[in-house]
């Protein structure tokens, strides 16, 4: 019986490890992955479901006006491509910070040609805080910036 009850405690010492800080941050890492997928689906909606009601940027926009920016450029160009390029997240006492690093190319169709040709072409690094709430983690702040290719 000693056997099972130390095999059960060691189980036990296992999952509380398992539902400690390395979910959490496993967690606020999905809510970025989310909004990535909801970025290359177009989802708007999702979009800004993701994001904190309080939240800013640094290009000024609130929750609804990165909405709006987002389906302003999605209208704008033929196709938006975006490549992960390194994903980081830190949790502490407020939150968690991430880093997200991605390369991203905006494809525009012309009207004389029958396929969308690249247009611009950049990486992006965005830092910013995340915040976990009752619906979970959530996107509170952003700064967006660029460096064109």
């Keep these: 019986m000693t056997g099972l009850r130390g095999a059960a405690a060691a189980g036990s010492a296992l999952l509380l490890l398992a539902c400690g800080p390395r979910s959490e941050e496993a967690a606020a890492r999905a809510c970025l992955e989310e909004l990535h997928a909801a970025f290359v689906a177009k989802d708007a909606d999702q979009i800004e479901r993701l ?27 033929g196709k938006v491509h975006v490549g992960l390029v390194a994903c980081e997240v830190k949790l502490d006492e407020e939150g968690a910070a991430f880093d997200v690093r ?45 460096r064109a290719r």
Excluded: C
């Design 102 to 146: 991605a390369d991203v190319v905006i494809w525009r169709k012309l009207q004389e040609l029958r396929d969308a040709v690249p247009e611009h072409a950049e990486t992006v690094r965005v830092t910013g805080r995340l915040a976990r709430g009752e619906e979970g983690w959530r996107v509170e702040s952003a700064q967006i910036r660029t």
């Design 51 to 77: 994001l904190a009601p309080g939240y800013r940027d640094n290009l000024g926009h609130d929750r609804k006006g990165a909405r709006q920016f987002l389906r302003g450029l999605h209208a704008w160009a």
